[in-house]
């Protein structure tokens, strides 16, 4: 059964603006990957790649994996 990661979305915006990432610009920046990746995760047109999820995990430190993403089945 093939999987993919899925981004929980309001649980990341949150835990950003708490962080005190005040755009998808400063928290791309924190988390070393460019803006348009940030702002096409957040939109479900890019699926999390590893640079993305590392990038999260360490911006968003403490938050876990389990907190921000999901594993999804991709079969329909």
């Known amino acids: ?3 993919t990661i899925k981004l929980r979305t309001d649980v990341f915006t ?3 603006r708490l962080a005190g990432f005040e755009s998808d610009y400063s928290l791309a920046k ?3 990957v460019n803006r348009s990746t ?3 995760v957040l ?4 699926q999390p790649g590893p640079a993305f999820i590392g990038g ?3 911006a ?6 389990d907190d921000l993403f ?3 089945s991709t079969r329909q």
């Open 1 to 3: 059964m093939p999987n």
């Open 14 to 16: 949150k835990a950003a």
């Open 30 to 32: 924190a988390m070393d």
């Open 38 to 40: 940030v702002a096409r």
């Open 43 to 46: 939109s479900g047109e890019l």
């Open 56 to 58: 999260a995990l360490t």
């Open 60 to 65: 968003l430190a403490p938050m876990q994996f």
């Open 70 to 72: 999901e594993v999804v």
